[in-house]
């Protein structure tokens, strides 16, 4: 399986924007709603896109970690992920050396947690 996601070429937001149209359909419900949170994945060093010292609550403070915020389909009948936005900190988006050497996309902005969650859609 890790091989296969590894080498396999597709459209990440065209499979995001299937899986959330397939979920809204097998979980409809007039109750139901948008959650959103974050979670921190810790890193080893700075070569990931936006791996910065900060905070996560998955590491119980402040440490070198890579930050997602998450946006989940909430009903009575269950719940799943359907967007996700990498965080970056204010320091990290005017930052163009690193962003070459990461890999990170050239259109990069830096947006408080809250606003990054509004994004996702």
Not at 16 to 25: G, V
Not at 61 to 86: F, K, M, N, P, S
Request: hydrophobic fraction near 40%; proline fraction near 3%; include cysteine.
């Amino acid at each position: 399986m890790q091989h296969f996601l590894a080498s396999a070429v597709w459209d990440h937001d065209a499979v995001r924007d299937h899986f959330a149209c397939w979920t809204a359909a097998q979980l409809a419900d007039e109750l139901s709603v948008l959650a959103v949170d974050e979670t921190g994945d810790e890193k080893s060093s700075t070569d990931a896109v936006g791996a910065a010292r900060q905070y996560s609550g998955a590491l119980g403070g402040v440490g070198l970690c890579q930050v997602a915020v998450h946006l989940a389909y909430v009903t009575a009948a269950g719940h799943a992920l359907i967007d996700r936005a990498l965080y970056l900190t204010r320091d990290w988006v005017p930052d163009d050396e690193r962003r070459e050497l990461t890999g990170g996309p050239d259109d990069l902005t830096f947006a408080t947690k809250p606003p990054a969650g509004r994004r996702v859609s």
